[in-house]
Every structure is written in structure tokens, then in C-alpha cells.
């Protein structure tokens, strides 16, 4: 059984910078593939970021490429979301997902999640 525990949310001003951790236990994630989603009050919950444990292939929204960078820390069982130039738009609760397969995890139906951690940007 994998278990994702998400930190690092909290309030950042617009253009500001967040960094999101998700730390992984439970079993090996060789072969894995990791995603990152986020859910707005009221929005439905959007796919914005995903990487194989291998760290060879990776995916971004349209919405956050070019400023959200996901990265797997492999000595520390951590995957990582850096977030810059941050909009009030990206103001969600942001989870982790895993799951041995990237077609499950890009269609929301990951077999791991975490409990999220709030993302609000605002002045």
C-alpha cells in the first residue's frame, strides 16, 4: 500500500513562489508514475503535472507549463512541486497521486492519494 502525505501549501502573493512536497512510503514506486491535481471551490478537480518515478517523462497542464517544474527526490521518497509566477487561478487544494500506470493517473483514477494540502494566492 502507498502512502502520499502532501506539505508546503499555504498563502503566497501574486507572481510569489511555493514549494510542494510529497512524501511517499509504504512500498518501492519503481515504475511509478506520480501526478499532481488540484481542485478549486466550486471547479472540477484538473490534472496539472505528472512524472514517472524514473524521472524520464513528465507532463503539464497548459495551464501551469513554463512555471510549475515537478521532480522526483529519489534518496528522500519525495516527489516535489515547484510552483513560480503564481496567479489568484491557481488558488486550489493541490494532492499527489501514484499509481503504476500514467493513463490511470491523467484520468483522476489513481489508485494512491494524498489528503491535500491548501494553495491560496492572493494579496
Known amino acids: 500500500q502507498v502512502h502520499l502525505v502532501e506539505s508546503g501549501g499555504g498563502l503566497a502573493p501574486p507572481g510569489g513562489s511555493l514549494r510542494l512536497s510529497c512524501s511517499v512510503s509504504?512500498?518501492?514506486?519503481?515504475?511509478?508514475?506520480m501526478g499532481w491535481f488540484r481542485q478549486a471551490p466550486g471547479k472540477e478537480r484538473e490534472y496539472v503535472a505528472g512524472?514517472?518515478?524514473?524521472?524520464?517523462?513528465?507532463y503539464y497542464s497548459h495551464r501551469v507549463g513554463g512555471r510549475f517544474t515537478t521532480s522526483v527526490d529519489n534518496a528522500n521518497n519525495t516527489v516535489i512541486l515547484e510552483m513560480d509566477s503564481l496567479f489568484p487561478e491557481d488558488t486550489a487544494v493541490y494532492y499527489c497521486?501514484?499509481?503504476?500506470?500514467?493513463?490511470?493517473?491523467?484520468?483522476?483514477?489513481?489508485?494512491?492519494w494524498g489528503q491535500g494540502t491548501q494553495v491560496t494566492v492572493s494579496s
Open positions: 497521486t501514484a499509481d503504476p500506470s500514467c493513463a490511470v493517473v491523467a484520468a483522476g483514477r489513481a489508485s494512491s
Open positions: 509504504g512500498r518501492s514506486l519503481s515504475g511509478y508514475c
Open positions: 512524472i514517472t518515478w524514473s524521472g524520464n517523462d513528465y
